[in-house]
């Protein structure tokens, strides 16, 4: 087995875990909840929040399950979700957007269609002691539009901690290169194996830890 994975490679791996039982749900569900751990080692700055940016792909769906996780934990955690949640893409990210919206007494779930919007809860990138950026994963092609743009931007100038889940938003994980803009983050929290564009572009990345997600031998390719 090598030790880092394209996000194609990944792509296969993820369908033969399924094939073999393991669904994308639970996959999720162990991404989620190793960002979530990794958040918690952070003490010191847990006391300020946790602002969890996310995307209408699966990386804003390991965001919501690590959402979840951190409130659980009596962390004061809060949801800015990038568009509407009728547009989120994938099942999985679906069904942990359900889960955090019903969640109306241990966090606070927010959604922006626009720059304009965004705006408006730029306090909350500036506030909180922690922000887990889980916009883009592996999936992020061509120019970065609105609202992810002036997201990124914002998380970029906020003095809070940054950690990006499975690569820091806007960075090409097969290259390393920065697609017109990207998250700089200070820990980055990637599945399985490095993807190559995190060991290319480690200025971004921050500090990188590689966490197991269950994917059984058997799926490797």
């Known amino acids: 087995m090598g030790k880092t994975i394209t996000p194609e490679e990944m792509r296969v791996v993820e369908e033969r875990s399924a094939s073999l039982g393991v669904s994308r749900l639970l996959l999720m569900e162990n991404a989620g909840c190793a960002v979530a751990k990794a958040v918690l080692r952070l003490r010191a700055l847990l006391k300020r929040g946790v602002l969890v940016v996310a995307g209408l792909g699966?990386?804003?769906?390991?965001g919501l399950v690590a959402a979840r996780h951190l409130a659980g934990e009596g962390v004061s955690v809060k949801v800015l979700l990038l568009g509407r949640?009728?547009?989120i893409k994938g099942e999985e990210a679906a069904v942990n957007w359900g889960i955090v919206c019903k969640m109306t007494r241990s966090l606070t779930t927010l959604n922006v269609t626009?720059?304009?919007a965004l705006f408006n809860y730029k306090g909350l990138f500036e506030e909180c002691g922690i922000i887990v950026d889980a916009i883009f994963g592996t999936g992020v092609r061509g120019e970065i539009r609105e609202p992810y743009a002036t997201a990124i931007d914002l998380i970029n100038s906020s003095k809070a901690y940054k950690v990006s889940v499975d690569i820091p938003s806007g960075l090409d994980?097969?290259?390393?290169e920065v697609r017109s803009k990207a998250v700089k983050a200070d820990l980055t929290i990637t599945f399985h194996?490095?993807?190559p564009g995190l060991l290319r572009n480690k200025?971004?990345?921050?500090k990188l830890?590689?966490?197991p997600i269950g994917i059984p031998p058997e799926a490797e390719i």
């Open 193 to 195: 194996k490095a993807k």
């Open 58 to 62: 699966n990386n804003g769906g390991d």
């Open 85 to 87: 949640g009728e547009d």
């Open 173 to 176: 994980p097969l290259t390393g």
């Open 209 to 211: 830890v590689i966490a």
């Open 203 to 206: 200025e971004l990345v921050g």
């Open 114 to 116: 626009s720059r304009e």
